[in-house]
């Protein structure tokens, strides 16, 4: 007992004056499944929350990483499109423009 006492394992701080926030870490975990790509009704199974809703609007966070890398999967509009886009009339005829 005493040297648990003398441990500074799973105090709340440290003699560094750094605070522990266990309850941090739960959104840490989550944030973490979303930004690998985990269904977010697995996630919520791993947090053994009662709602989707506590599990995506609570603990999951967006980095702006994550947000760039899904705008980065639209396509580009500015190249020039093939000419096998440009016909819009039935059977694959070209426009009269």
């Known amino acids: 007992m005493k040297e648990r006492e003398k441990s500074e394992f799973l105090k709340v701080v440290d003699s560094a004056g750094r605070v522990v ?56 509009l500015d190249r020039p499109q093939s000419d096998s886009f440009r016909g819009t009339g039935s059977r694959g005829q070209q426009s009269a423009s």
């Open 21 to 76: 926030d266990f309850h941090g870490l739960r959104h840490t975990f989550i944030s973490s499944l979303a930004s690998g790509g985990v269904h977010p009704k697995i996630a919520q199974t791993l947090a053994r929350h009662s709602s989707i809703t506590l599990t995506m609007d609570r603990y999951t966070h967006l980095q702006v990483a994550d947000r760039a890398a899904t705008l980065a999967a639209l396509p580009d």
